[in-house]
C-alpha cells in the first residue's frame, strides 16, 4: 500500500478518502470512540484490570509499547484510561478530534525501560497485573507492573529489570506468545520452528501476594539460577532469576508466528507458522504435533486464535489476506487443509485474529490494509437486500468494517470487561509523519441487537420524526 502511494499517489489518496469517508459516519456507527496520536508507534496493546467505576465511566489499565528510532529507549507503558459507558457520549462530540493531538481519556502511568523493542503484550488472567513480552531475543520476560518503579526514557538510561525470565528458545522469539486462562502457563514460539512451554506458578503466586508492596524487582524468587544481567536504574547491573522450560515441541520446518492455549485444556495448544502449517498439540502425550495440518493457507501463517466456547473452532490468519475457520474434528482432506469456511474481506496480509469473548460467533481481524473488520460466521448465508437478494461483492460473514486507521492495524484487543468495546493500533511510519494511531471504540448497539428490539426503540422516536419533519 505504501509503495503504490509513493509512486503513483493514487492509493494514498484512496485511503484519505476512505478515511474522510468513515469519519463523516463516525456518529451514525459507533457509540464511543477515543482516538490518540502515538508519537511511536506500538506494536501491540492489552486491556487489563478495571480500577474502578462511576455513574458514566469505567477507569481501566491499558497495556502499550514504544517502538523508538534509538534517540530514546524502547518502553512497556501502562496507561489509564477513561472509558465512557454505553448511551453516554453525544454523538456530534465522538467524531471532534484532532487526528494529530493526544485524547483526554487516556494518560500514562507508568514508564517501564524494556530490553529491546516490544513486539507482544500478554496479560496473566489469573493476576492482569502480571504481563509477558516479547522482544528480539530467545527469551519471555515477565513483569509485575505494579511494583515495577517508573522510569523517565531518555537515551542511556539503564534497562528495567524483569521479575522473571523465562527460557528455552535457542534463537529469537519476537511474536507468538501465549497465556493459560486457567493456569499461570505460558506458551512462545520462535525462529527456532519450536513451541515452549513454561509453568511460573510458583513465581506467580509471590508476585500476586506481594503486588502492590514496596518490593523491589526481581524479589520473585530466590532459588533460581541467575539470568543474564540487566540493569534497574540502581547501582551496577542486576540479576533477575529465570524458569526453565516445561516442555519444548518440534513439529514445524519455518519461524513459529503465534500460538495459542485451547480454552478448555492447559495440555493442549496449537501453533501457526511461516511454514503454511496449522499445528495441533497434547502435552500428555508428547513433544510431537498430534495434527499437522500442511497448507493451512497458501501463504505464511501469522495469526491463530482458539473459540472460547466452542473448542472446535480455531481461527488463523494468513498473507494470503484470508481467515479460515477450522474444526479440529475434520481439519485436513486430502492431505492439506479443509477450513470450515474461508473468509475474505481483506486487500492486504491479516496480522491479527481474535474471537469475542461475549459471543460464540463474533470475532475480529486486522490486516496490513488498515481494516478492523468484525465477523460473524452465523450470518455468513444471510447476506441479503431489503428484497431478500443476495449482495454482490460483500464479503459473507462480514458485520463491521473499521476504517478509522490509515495504515497497519498491528494489533487490536476486545474488553473482556466491556462488550463490543476495543482498542486498536496502527503503526503510521509508512503513510504519514510516523508514529502510530491508538483507537478506542465500541460499536453502537442497534447494530448488533436483535431486530425487534431496534424496531421497537426506533418506533418509539417516530412521533419525534414525524413532528420534526413536518
Known amino acids: 500500500m505504501t509503495e503504490k502511494a509513493n509512486e503513483g499517489g493514487e492509493d494514498e489518496v ?31 496493546c492489552r486491556w487489563g484490570p478495571i480500577l474502578d467505576q462511576a455513574t458514566y465511566k469505567s477507569r481501566q489499565r491499558l497495556y502499550l509499547s514504544e517502538q523508538t528510532d534509538g534517540s530514546v529507549p524502547n518502553t512497556l507503558v501502562i496507561a489509564n484510561v477513561e472509558v465512557v459507558k454505553p448511551r453516554v457520549a453525544a454523538a456530534e462530540h465522538i467524531s471532534q478530534f484532532n487526528e494529530e493531538a493526544r485524547s483526554p481519556f487516556v494518560r500514562k502511568y507508568k514508564t517501564i525501560i524494556h530490553p529491546g523493542e516490544v513486539n507482544r503484550i500478554r496479560e496473566l488472567p489469573q493476576n492482569s497485573n502480571i504481563v509477558a513480552t516479547h522482544t528480539d531475543s530467545p527469551d519471555v520476560l515477565v513483569w509485575d507492573v505494579e511494583s515495577q518503579p517508573n522510569r523517565h526514557a531518555v537515551l542511556g538510561t539503564a534497562d528495567s529489570r524483569p521479575d522473571l525470565i523465562l527460557i528455552g528458545h535457542q534463537d529469537d522469539a519476537e511474536f507468538a506468545l501465549a497465556m493459560c486462562s486457567t493456569e499461570p502457563l505460558v506458551l512462545s514460539g520462535g525462529k527456532d520452528k519450536s513451541v515452549v512451554l513454561w509453568n511460573i506458578h510458583d513465581h506467580i503466586s509471590t508476585l500476586a501476594t506481594e503486588s502492590g508492596s514496596t518490593k523491589s524487582p526481581g524479589s520473585i524468587g530466590t532459588n533460581l539460577k541467575p539470568a543474564s544481567k540487566v540493569g534497574d536504574g540502581s547501582d551496577g547491573p542486576q540479576e533477575s532469576p529465570t524458569v526453565g522450560a516445561r516442555g519444548i515441541y518440534k513439529g514445524h520446518e519455518d519461524t513459529v ?212 419533519s413536518s
Open 14 to 44: 484512496s485511503v484519505d478518502e476512505r478515511y474522510t469517508q468513515w469519519k463523516s459516519l463516525v456518529p451514525i456507527l459507533y457509540d464511543w470512540l477515543a482516538n490518540h496520536n502515538l508519537v511511536w508507534p506500538s506494536l501491540s
Open 257 to 468: 508466528e503465534d500460538v495459542q492455549f485451547c480454552p478448555k485444556s492447559t495440555q493442549e495448544f496449537c501453533s501457526v507458522g511461516d511454514d503454511s502449517c496449522l499445528i495441533l498439540w497434547d502435552a500428555r502425550v508428547g513433544s510431537t504435533p498430534v495434527v499437522k495440518v500442511e497448507k493451512a493457507h497458501d501463504a505464511d501463517l501469522h495469526c491463530v486464535d482458539w473459540n472460547p466456547y466452542d473448542e472446535n473452532l480455531i481461527l488463523t490468519g494468513s498473507a494470503d489476506n484470508s481467515i479460515h475457520m477450522f474444526d479440529r474434528r475434520n481439519l485436513t482432506c486430502g492431505g492439506v487443509g479443509s477450513p470450515v469456511y474461508k473468509f475474505q474481506g481483506h486487500e492486504a496480509a491479516v496480522l491479527c485474529v481474535q474471537w469475542s469473548p461475549h459471543s460464540k460467533s463474533i470475532f475480529g481481524s486486522a490486516a496490513e490494509d488498515g481494516i478492523l473488520n468484525i465477523w460473524d460466521f452465523e450470518k455468513v448465508d444471510k447476506v441479503r437486500g431489503a428484497g431478500g437478494e443476495i449482495i454482490e461483492n460483500y464479503p459473507p460473514g462480514l458485520f463491521f468494517k473499521h476504517a478509522g486507521h490509515r495504515d497497519k492495524v498491528v494489533d487490536f484487543h476486545w474488553n473482556a470487561h466491556d462488550p463490543w468495546t476495543l482498542v486498536s493500533v496502527s503503526d503510521d511510519c509508512g503513510s504519514t509523519a510516523g508514529g502510530g494511531t491508538l483507537q478506542i471504540w465500541r460499536v453502537i448497539d442497534l447494530l448488533y441487537k436483535p431486530e425487534d428490539e431496534v424496531l421497537a426503540e426506533l418506533d418509539k422516536f417516530k412521533s419525534h420524526l414525524i413532528t420534526c
